[in-house]
């Protein structure tokens, strides 16, 4: 009688700490899928901004001088609830350099 209580105590611990090891796995996963996310926009934010200014330099011969040209000419929309956007052009005939950062990183 007393071993059958230890195998049922034994088997609910075993099963608690394996739920617990389930969840714990399953915040880890959905904690680094939301960053992968956030990286991601980043990145197509910063591929459409490059594309944009390479449009300006193909049709006028200059690169933009700032965003609210690309944003003003050439129809550019950003979400800059979400993310930063450093654009940076040194001199109109070399490509500007573009920098995007999520906000909440």
């Given at each position: 009688?007393?071993?059958?209580r ?9 099963l608690?700490?394996?739920l ?8 880890l996963c959905f904690g680094?899928?939301?960053r992968?996310?956030?990286e991601?926009?980043a990145?197509a934010i ?7 200014a ?6 006028e011969?200059?690169y933009?001088?700032?965003?609210e ?5 050439y129809g ?10 450093v654009?940076d ?6 490509p500007p350099?573009?920098?995007v950062i999520?906000?909440?990183?």
């Amino acid at each position: 009688m007393y071993s059958d209580r230890a195998k049922k105590k034994t088997g609910l611990i075993v099963l608690i700490l394996i739920l617990l090891l389930i969840a714990l796995l399953a915040v880890l996963c959905f904690g680094h899928s939301g960053r992968d996310v956030s990286e991601e926009g980043a990145e197509a934010i910063r591929e459409t901004v490059r594309r944009s200014a390479l449009q300006c330099y193909v049709v006028e011969g200059v690169y933009p001088p700032d965003l609210e040209y690309l944003e003003n000419n050439y129809g550019l929309q950003i979400n800059t609830e979400d993310y930063y956007v450093v654009y940076d052009c040194f001199a109109s005939n070399l490509p500007p350099t573009i920098r995007v950062i999520a906000r909440n990183a």
